[in-house]
């Protein structure tokens, strides 16, 4: 890690304040469960809490007497939130002022810094695409990243005296604060988009006159898919793969979100094809029924237990059939139908899905609808190709300005930003 010659590389641990377990991770095993949480008191900070860069308020408490018992865990203002498991490495946040009596619980990581160090400082370094890269090398776990707490301790943080901290953070805070309105900008554009692309399809699909059928009408038969195991990483090109809930959720067929199955267990019957109809037979209550043609697929690829196969019956076309699915009205339908207690993982039966009302249509309006979705698909690309690449740019800018700031190229002068963007420009 590169530094200039004023400022050293010091391990995440060396600032923290003097006080006794200064650095903590949360209570393991039974003292702090599930069956410990209450309705109000003193809150648990979980690893849903701690989101990259900021604070996510999902509530869990605990009883003030369990708080007591486990004071030794507590968090305080502007306390170091890091979370020792995800996909994103190391992942932090500051305990917010507002936050009131707190714990941290396991895979937690509480860390009280010394007053000499900037607490954004040391947050912004966490974030810092050279401390990430470290990271990815000192990361372990397959199916769940994670970073020991003897590996957060080490941590390098390049650090300056603590009057240039504060001159760089509020200098890198400006920058960032813009590249935040525009990407505030870019998603009431996304939503827009999505909007748009809605009402587009209810224009077509649900039009007034049209006299409306059970789905089932319109389905020959629906093939449920099956648990091949536990989780495992993606399947190489050689293996075979079971697609996760992810695949489908979208509204395109998403290959790559699969997991690899042991080939002794392996059902050729339920592999997945081009031109299937697939429909996430469980999923939050938002994507639960989502549906996705498939179009070209990779071999070895499986259907999950949480996965529908649609066959439409002749002379139907899987294309229409999946628009329907896809409508606002059948959307609701299958949303009112899903059951479940959790948000998170609802489910819809496969006798709720084709009670659903969709269009009774013949093949030539079958084929009206396919032509005039596509043109307004079509028009909606060029927008949405734009929005993703300003997101790209905006990601890409913010990753040049932590590298700036955090090897001494953030200096406050109007040249500042043209080194930001080569910096940018070369990594896209």
């Not at 890198?172 to 505030?184: F, G, M, N, V």
């Not at 809605?198 to 059928?213: C, D, K």
Request: with cysteine; glycine share 6%.
């Amino acid at each position: 890690m590169q530094v200039p010659t004023t400022w050293r590389v010091t391990r995440l641990e060396e600032l923290q304040s003097p006080e006794p377990r200064a650095i903590t991770d949360g209570p393991f095993g039974s003292h702090l469960t599930s069956a410990h949480y209450s309705e109000r008191g003193p809150r648990v900070v979980r690893l849903q809490n701690i989101g990259d860069g900021h604070f996510v308020d999902a509530k869990a408490h605990i009883s003030e007497s369990h708080f007591q018992s486990l004071r030794q865990h507590e968090v305080e203002s502007g306390d170091l939130l890091v979370a020792s498991l995800g996909d994103v490495l190391p992942r932090a946040c500051l305990a917010p002022a507002w936050l009131g009596p707190a714990i941290v619980k396991a895979d937690c990581i509480r860390v009280r810094l010394a007053d000499n160090v900037d607490k954004r400082w040391v947050l912004y370094a966490l974030q810092a695409p050279a401390v990430r890269r470290w990271a990815d090398k000192h990361r372990h776990g397959v199916g769940r990243p994670r970073l020991g707490l003897k590996v957060i301790r080490d941590i390098p943080i390049p650090l300056p005296p603590l009057q240039e901290q504060q001159r760089i953070v509020a200098i890198l805070e400006d920058h960032l604060s813009r590249l935040e309105a525009a990407s505030a900008l870019e998603q009431q554009a996304s939503a827009r988009l999505v909007n748009y692309q809605r009402a587009a399809l209810s224009s077509v699909i649900e039009r007034p006159e049209r006299r409306q059928s059970p789905l089932g009408v319109f389905v020959n038969r629906i093939e449920a898919g099956r648990s091949f195991g536990g989780s495992s990483g993606p399947a190489g090109i050689d293996q075979w793969g079971i697609i996760k809930v992810s695949a489908m959720t979208w509204g395109r067929f998403k290959a790559d979100e699969n997991k690899a199955v042991p080939t002794n267990l392996v059902d050729p019957r339920y592999e997945i094809h081009s031109g299937d109809l697939l429909v996430s037979r469980a999923n939050t209550t938002s994507y639960v029924g989502a549906s996705v043609l498939v179009d070209d697929v990779r071999p070895r690829l499986l259907l999950s237990d949480k996965s529908l196969r649609l066959v439409p019956a002749e002379p139907v076309s899987a294309q229409w059939l999946q628009l329907a699915l896809s409508s606002p009205s059948a959307r609701a339908q299958i949303s009112a139908k899903a059951t479940g207690t959790k948000d998170s993982m609802r489910n819809i039966s496969q006798s709720s899905l084709l009670s659903i009302m969709v269009p009774h249509i013949d093949e030539r309006d079958q084929a009206a609808d396919i032509a005039q979705v596509t043109e307004y698909m079509q028009a909606s690309k060029q927008l949405q190709s734009g929005l993703v690449t300003a997101r790209r740019r905006q990601a890409a800018l913010r990753q040049a300005l932590l590298t700036a700031a955090f090897s001494g190229r953030l200096v406050g002068r109007r040249a500042d930003m043209d080194s930001v963007k080569k910096l940018a420009d070369a990594a896209t």
